[in-house]
């Protein structure tokens, strides 16, 4: 098992496009985490599935944010239109239990 | 709502002396307690965690943290540091009376000083 895998490594666009990130949890993990980290700060919460249910949303996922987990294996986080504050570093965690979270490397965002 | 409050933003620490870094939470319900360790250019790794039992938890590489319920605090500590523990470390808290997400502080950078 490789662990978490989130790609791309890196994403630069132009503000207003749409960007979409990939994470790949470690196999069986039935849970996934999406957080986001900016300079200075520690990861916040954005959303969470067990399986393929979305089980908790944070207020900071704003309606241009989406996020899936079709058949409970892989994720995707789309960001709409984006705006130079969305900028950071996504960051992908997947657990078998609640307990032990690991996490991927991260995308980072950058946003012109 | 459950928080974490780290509150040396960067700890500078000569080579082989002790160092502590401050954790104290906030939470109306019991919590299990974890800190992370983020390498220059890597991702984020657990270090250690407070689950139930003993208060004092250890890690493999030498740090401990002892769960403090009256100060409400998990501090982490280390004997004698090394320059390979040049990192960000990261307090945690999920709530335990339901599956929870987990809740970051802003992290502590430390710095060890040749």
């Known amino acids: 098992d490789t662990g978490v895998s989130q790609d791309p490594r890196h994403k630069i666009t132009k503000r207003g496009q749409n960007v979409t990130f990939r994470c790949d949890p470690i196999s069986e993990h039935n849970r996934l985490y999406w957080y986001r980290q900016t300079l200075g700060q520690g990861p916040e919460f954005l959303t969470y599935?067990?399986?393929?249910?979305?089980?908790?949303k944070s207020r900071l996922l704003s309606d241009r944010f989406s996020a899936e987990r079709p058949k409970g294996s892989f994720s995707t986080l789309e960001i709409q239109r984006t705006e130079q504050g969305d900028s950071a570093m996504y960051l992908c965690a997947s657990s078998a239990n609640w307990d032990s979270a690991f996490f991927g490397q991260g995308t980072r965002l950058t946003v012109v | 709502a459950q928080s974490v409050t780290q509150l040396d933003s960067q700890v500078p620490v000569f080579e082989e002396a002790p160092v502590e870094l401050r954790c104290n939470y906030s939470s109306s319900v019991s919590v299990y307690l974890f800190w992370y360790v983020q390498y220059p250019n890597q991702g984020l790794q657990l270090l250690l965690k407070?689950?139930?039992?003993?208060?004092l938890v250890e890690s493999i590489n030498g740090f401990e943290a002892e769960f403090n319920k009256s100060q409400t605090s998990f501090h982490l500590r280390k004997p004698s540091v090394h320059i390979s523990d040049t990192a960000e470390y990261f307090c945690a808290v999920s709530r335990t009376n339901r599956d929870d997400k987990i809740i970051f502080g802003k992290g502590t950078r430390l710095h060890i000083l040749p």
């Open positions: 599935f067990q399986n393929e249910a979305q089980l908790e």
């Open positions: 407070y689950l139930s039992g003993s208060t």
